[in-house]
């Protein structure tokens, strides 16, 4: 089970956009993560007709690294740390440790 999951709110911890919030969009590889209008690059595009794609410079969000993330705690307003835990009916899921409050209802 992976901390970051698609979908989840999370504050950037270091590198240029430090401190911005955004929205997981997808998970790039088991260690990254590509947020939603962070870590914006841009990327030299040839012209395809075939596929009707047209040429330029593109501005697209590159992946980061999960360790540069923390997953946004509404309850407290702060990023926060996650933790996992079993639950009596033997469902696994993911906790902030500053509250303990499960994410996973």
């Not at 709110?9 to 993560?33: F, Q, Y």
């Not at 690294?65 to 702060?78: E, G």
Request: charged share 30%; no cysteine; proline share 5%.
């Amino acid at each position: 089970m992976n901390r970051i999951k698609k979908g989840d709110e999370v504050m950037i911890v270091t590198g240029k956009d430090r401190g911005r919030r955004g929205t997981v969009i997808r998970l790039a590889s088991d260690d990254r993560v590509v947020v939603e209008g962070i870590n914006m690059v841009k990327k030299h595009q040839k012209p395809n007709p075939t596929r009707g794609v047209a040429g330029g410079i593109l501005e697209v969000e590159a992946p980061l690294h999960v360790s540069n993330v923390m997953l946004w705690n509404p309850a407290t307003d702060k990023p926060d740390r996650i933790g996992f835990k079993t639950l009596d009916d033997g469902r696994k899921v993911r906790f902030f440790k500053s509250n303990n409050e499960v994410l996973d209802a």
